[in-house]
């Protein structure tokens, strides 16, 4: 049974920073993609970043491209987004989501995720 457990959000006042956390279990961590998409009120879901877990290729939405940071922890089994310069737009709840790449097809691109965390809700003011 695969789990994402999301942590990390919270409050923050503009240019100021967060790390979100997401532990994984139940799955084989090598050879997945693994990533953070987020959705705000009123609008639709949006990619933010994702890593292939084996090549630790990494892609970034254009809108958060030099301001934020994924990364992983291969012995915890986790992924980290490092939000800096956070903005107001940023405001969103976060989810972390994974699955293989035989599924999701495209790391960069693909959005056919099966495993989802339940989201942790970043706030900028």
């Known amino acids: 049974h695969v789990q994402l457990v999301e942590s990390g959000g919270g409050s923050v006042q503009a240019g100021g920073s967060l790390r979100l956390s997401c532990a994984a279990s139940?799955?084989?961590?090598?050879?997945?993609?693994m990533g953070w998409f987020r959705q705000a009120p009123g609008k639709e879901r949006e990619r933010v970043a994702t890593?292939?877990?084996?090549?630790?290729?990494?892609y970034y939405a254009a809108s958060v491209r030099g301001r934020f940071t994924i990364s992983q922890d291969n012995a915890k089994n986790a992924v980290y987004l490092q939000m800096d310069s956070l903005k107001i737009e940023d405001t969103a709840m976060y989810y972390c989501?994974?699955?293989?790449?035989?599924?999701?097809?495209?790391?960069?691109?693909?959005?056919?995720?099966?495993?989802w965390g339940q989201g942790t809700q970043v706030t900028v003011s």
């Open positions: 989501a994974a699955d293989s790449l035989w599924v999701v097809g495209s790391c960069q691109s693909g959005a056919n995720f099966r495993y």
């Open positions: 890593i292939a877990t084996a090549g630790r290729s990494t």
């Open positions: 139940g799955y084989t961590y090598r050879g997945y993609c």
